[in-house]
């Protein structure tokens, strides 16, 4: 894992587009664990017709190539912000009914990630 420095946003496009998995912590999307086993009930149908050895690398993709996770400023992204995000492959996800201080929000959507990952290296 690596935390990467607050970086503005349309230099940090490109990777996201290119990321297996980026998520935005935004107020009303659907809950992060729902959002990450239906990415992952996508990513392993695309991946039914390919080798073992290319079902059990990409079976993970989180834990093989880079993932993001974004959390906006205080106040949340502005509408415009988010539909860059969207535009780009960045998928919406809730933490919960109650509006969060953005360190908080960083602390919460990392343990869901990991718990979901680390549910995933069991399997």
């Known amino acids: 894992m690596h935390i990467q420095p607050a970086t503005a ?10 990321s297996a998995v980026s998520l935005v912590a935004t107020a ?4 992060v664990l729902q959002v990450l086993q239906q990415k992952l009930s996508q990513h392993q149908s695309g991946v039914s017709g390919a080798t073992l050895q290319d079902q059990q690398q990409h079976s993970r993709p989180w834990q093989v190539y880079p993932c993001y996770l974004l959390i906006g400023p205080e106040g949340d992204f502005t ?3 988010l539909d ?10 809730g933490l919960g009914p109650n509006r969060l201080r953005t ?3 960083a ?8 718990m979901q990952s680390d549910a995933l290296r069991q399997q």
């Open 103 to 105: 360190e908080t929000a």
């Open 9 to 18: 946003l349309p230099k940090l496009l490109p990777a996201l587009q290119q």
């Open 28 to 31: 009303g999307a659907p809950p």
């Open 84 to 93: 860059m995000l969207q535009q780009a492959g960045v998928l919406p996800v």
């Open 107 to 114: 602390v919460a959507l990392l343990a869901a990630a990991t």
């Open 79 to 81: 509408c415009d912000e």
